[in-house]
């Protein structure tokens, strides 16, 4: 499934996502979740223009509403520390988002099915990580991990699936 950031046009989401918040935010009570979601997005959004300080306030915001709305072993926790990490991560804060990747791993492996997609996306995130910082056993291992969950379900020729293969062999031809 492709995510709203994909779908639309950078420019063209802030007045419409503001226009739900503000909306939000008098009909609603501040920690609903609803509030946390455009939180999410907002931080999507300006994760993909570069603008990760913002991007990261906003993640923030809607962890604190997620955390304190819902049981702490919910996906939607785990969403928002996978935001978060991927902003780190643009950021060259190698540390930072492999700590953010490691809390949402730890509440999806408890809360989701052994093969969800949320499980390979959390461990292809930590491979990349490890990549960037050139631990290439660590960065085999999750990339593996991954693949492992998207071969149940996917086609041998889906682009997740061939994604992750080609992060498998680009370590691979690393460790040579």
Not at 82 to 105: R, W
Not at 112 to 132: F, S
Request: glycine share 2%.
């Amino acid at each position: 499934m492709r995510s709203i950031v994909q779908q639309i046009d950078l420019d063209e989401f802030y007045p419409v996502v503001y226009l739900a918040l503000k909306i939000r935010v008098k009909a609603l009570p501040p920690d609903h979740l609803h509030i946390a979601t455009i939180y999410n997005n907002i931080g999507l959004v300006q994760g993909k223009k570069d603008e990760y300080d913002l991007a990261l306030m906003n993640h923030d915001k809607a962890l604190k509403i997620v955390l304190k709305a819902l049981p702490s072993d919910h996906p939607h926790i785990a969403t928002t520390y996978n935001n978060i990490g991927v902003v780190h991560q643009n950021k060259g804060e190698y540390d930072l988002a492999l700590m953010n990747y490691e809390k949402a791993l730890k509440i999806v492996l408890k809360a989701l099915p052994p093969d969800h997609p949320d499980i390979a996306d959390t461990y292809r995130n930590m491979g990349l990580v490890h990549e960037a910082t050139c631990t290439w056993q660590s960065a085999l291992e999750y990339h593996s991990r991954a693949a492992t969950i998207r071969r149940r379900s996917l086609a041998t020729t889906h682009p997740q699936l061939v994604t992750i293969e080609n992060d498998i062999r680009r370590v691979k031809a690393q460790l040579k």
